[in-house]
């Protein structure tokens, strides 16, 4: 079945350095989307790429979309400790209407 | 924005019983909900896909017998966790598209979490 891992599984940075996760699929994807879960609550919705080599930006936040629709990226500069939190890619495959979650990375930031 | 409500937040029971958590859609209807479940620290796991007025989809390794699923209406579906045990201890989050494409985003209830003694 379709995996979907992302790493690095956790990462420690201090306050103002840049973050980048990496998400990767065995098949490809019809479409990614990333999530944010902070500690105790539930997933957020942060944005959808659908299309190949597709970069969006929020904000510091920007998402990659492989050429190839296998990988992903979300790269945040210059942390803030309202970062803290687990990000989680997600993938939709052909015919699967339920997304295939991504192993997450949990990011945390020292001020 | 949409808004899925889960309730109950948490939930204590002691083992061989049974609990039923609720997952609504406040201000949209969802002919499709999903149910994961995520333990802590770790990512989350699809148990089954919840499809209004029909049988439930359930994921390899989830017992359908276990875990009964039911969607009602096009706003509620339910998760009953039956003849609980120590080992069913665990995050339950349910989920729905607003929109009926496949790429439509996910919004999430907050949660349950469970505790079996």
């Known amino acids: 079945g379709q995996q979907v891992m992302q790493i690095p599984q956790y990462q420690h940075v201090q306050e103002g350095e840049d973050f980048t996760t990496y998400c990767n699929s065995s098949?490809?994807?019809?479409?990614i989307q990333w999530y944010k879960q902070r500690p105790g609550g539930h997933p957020v919705f942060l944005i959808q790429?659908?299309?190949?080599?597709e970069v969006k930006k929020q904000k510091r936040l920007t998402f990659q979309f492989g050429e190839a629709k296998k990988n992903s990226s979300l790269h945040i500069t210059a942390t803030q400790t309202t970062d803290v939190g687990t990000y989680f890619c997600?993938?939709?495959?052909?015919?699967?209407?339920?997304?295939?979650f991504g192993s997450g990375t949990r990011l945390q930031v020292q001020p | 924005g949409a808004v899925v409500s889960q309730h109950p937040s948490w939930v204590i029971c002691k083992s061989g019983t049974s609990v039923k958590i609720e997952c609504r859609s406040l201000?949209?209807?969802?002919?499709?909900m999903f149910w994961y479940r995520q333990f802590p620290k770790q990512s989350l796991m699809l148990m089954a896909t919840s499809n209004e007025g029909s049988k439930a989809t359930y994921e390899q390794g989830v017992e359908k017998d276990k875990f009964l699923i039911n969607h009602a209406s096009l706003t509620l579906s339910t998760l009953t966790v039956t003849s609980a045990h120590p080992e069913d201890s665990s995050f339950y989050i349910c989920?729905?598209?607003?929109?009926?494409?496949?790429?439509?985003?996910?919004?999430f209830g907050n949660g349950t979490r469970l505790t079996v003694t």
């Open positions: 098949t490809t994807l019809s479409n």
């Open positions: 201000d949209f209807q969802a002919t499709t």
């Open positions: 989920s729905a598209r607003e929109g009926q494409g496949r790429n439509s985003p996910l919004h």
């Open positions: 790429l659908v299309k190949s080599g």
């Open positions: 997600a993938g939709g495959g052909a015919g699967r209407r339920a997304l295939t």
